[in-house]
């Protein structure tokens, strides 16, 4: 039974692990054993019977199971101390003859490592697109709380934006929503400096940063006074903007800068993590939007409408709020709505992403298919240089390496050829990822 467990090839003894205790404890017996065994003979061989002998011998010993526990725990410190000095020389020493192997056949390095970063990258690329569109589109806390109001008009796909007059009329009336908010995107110059690039910013209406759940880095947000009719102006800086062109000065609230030609004063910082879904990076500012009278009265559907949903509430809730909203809205402002208007209540994907969900997932599987001929294609390829090993491999065990170690060297190759695979496959996925962000036209925002 022993001969048998001392021959059978296991991940133990491939990898070096230490020694179980049962099977510690069963080698300190054996040798203990051993030892009181001999003193037995030299005293029979003194004259003593075998009873006599293993008496006398048990007595001289001593303490039989005190000095088994001892050298037990002496033994298990020692094997640890040589395992792990024995595992690290094996796995410099593993290292070191893959890399020279590997280089060796440098043809054969790149076309697997080209092959896995193909099938790897591809996936990984798709993958982070179907997560950012389809599973997590949204970069906001309870993101399953938003939603967006869109127009319909007829029978047509409904567009996910509404007239500046409806959105006031649905932020003052709706009881459905925590808040209601709206943004417009603008270009400004920062400074007296008009030949300068200018800065992109956004005009936002109060309950915007409620509704997206940010909060401040340094100084407030915006809040109701600032957006009163005569208020002084205002400005939350962007954190990159911040960093950047203030040098990431904690001083900076209540200074005043220069800002499309008006002079505001700063009440606050955003932090790095501040992105807005619906541009394709974070504004550099951000400043109050109030609608004038001629604004309220423009029919056209040029603005986002986004909400943070009450919790508790059903869909069914959502669908007659707006249904009774919008009624009222028809009958206060007959002369602004169409026949066969609607308004309706709309997920992200829905708006940004649309025809591209379906298209991703297919995508998606393609490229799942790609990666798995890529797994194909390496596995022929490293079974194929198995082959032609064959008298490497021989010559190894002629020379004493046995085959758990051999096995060990094989997947050391593995495993380093993973590594070098997994990093490029890394920097293709990024550059992919950068490319279908162009190439969504606004789908794949973040």
């Keep these: 039974m022993s001969a048998e467990r ?37 005293l029979m061989r003194d004259g003593l019977t075998r009873d006599e002998a293993e008496r006398e011998a048990r007595r001289r010993f001593g303490d039989y199971r005190r000095i088994e526990q001892e050298v037990e725990r002496m033994t298990l410190r020692s094997e640890r101390r040589r395992t792990l000095r024995d595992r690290v020389d094996a796995a410099v020493a593993d290292l070191r003859y893959s890399s020279r192997s590997l280089a060796r056949q440098p043809l054969y390095l790149t076309v697997i ?30 993101a399953d709380r938003i939603v967006y109001l869109g127009t319909r008009w007829g029978k047509e796909r409904p567009t996910g934006a509404v007239s500046p007059g409806r959105f006031q009329f649905f932020h003052d009336n709706s009881r459905i929503f925590d808040g209601l ?29 409620s509704v997206v759940g940010a ?45 499309r030609g008006r002079l505001y004063s700063v009440v606050g910082v955003l932090p790095p993590s501040f992105e807005i879904a619906e541009l394709s990076s974070p504004p550099a500012f951000v400043v109050p939007l109030m609608f004038s009278a001629g604004e309220l009265t423009d ?16 869909d069914a809730q959502i669908s007659a709020d707006v249904a009774s909203i919008f009624a009222a809205f028809r009958r206060q402002f007959p002369d602004g709505v169409e026949k066969d208007d609607a308004i309706t209540v709309m997920k992200y994907e829905q708006i940004f992403a649309g025809d591209l969900v379906s298209q991703l997932w297919i995508m998606l599987g393609a490229t799942l298919f790609v990666f798995l001929l890529a797994c194909a294609n390496v596995a022929n390829l490293v079974y194929a240089r198995a082959l032609t090993r064959g008298r490497e491999f021989a010559v190894r065990a002629a020379l004493g390496a046995g085959r758990s170690r051999i096995v060990r060297q094989v997947l050391v190759e593995m495993v380093l050829i993973g590594i070098v695979s997994t990093m490029t496959a890394t920097a293709a996925s990024f550059a992919s990822v950068r490319g279908l962000v162009a190439l969504a036209h606004g789908a794949l925002l973040r």
């Design 6 to 42: 001392g021959g059978r090839w296991d991940l133990r003894r491939v990898f070096r692990l230490p020694s179980t205790r049962r099977r510690l404890r069963d080698d300190v017996e054996a040798e203990l054993a051993f030892h009181l065994e001999g003193r037995v003979d030299e």
């Design 113 to 142: 490592v080209a092959t896995l970063t193909l099938g790897v990258g591809a996936t990984a690329a798709m993958f982070h697109a179907v997560d950012r569109v389809i599973l997590h589109p949204l970069p906001y806390p309870d």
């Design 181 to 209: 908010a709206t943004l417009q995107t603008v270009e400004a110059q920062l400074g007296d400096d008009d030949s300068g690039v200018p800065i992109e910013g956004v005009r936002v209406t109060p309950d915007f940063l």
């Design 215 to 259: 909060r401040p880095l340094l100084g407030r947000g915006l809040v109701a006074r600032d957006f009163e009719g005569g208020a002084p102006p205002v400005v939350m800086l962007g954190h990159a903007l911040w960093t950047s062109r203030f040098g990431a000065d904690s001083g900076i609230v209540g200074r005043g800068i220069r800002l």
């Design 299 to 314: 029919r056209g559907a040029n603005y986002t409408a986004i909400g943070r949903i009450r919790r508790g509430v059903t």
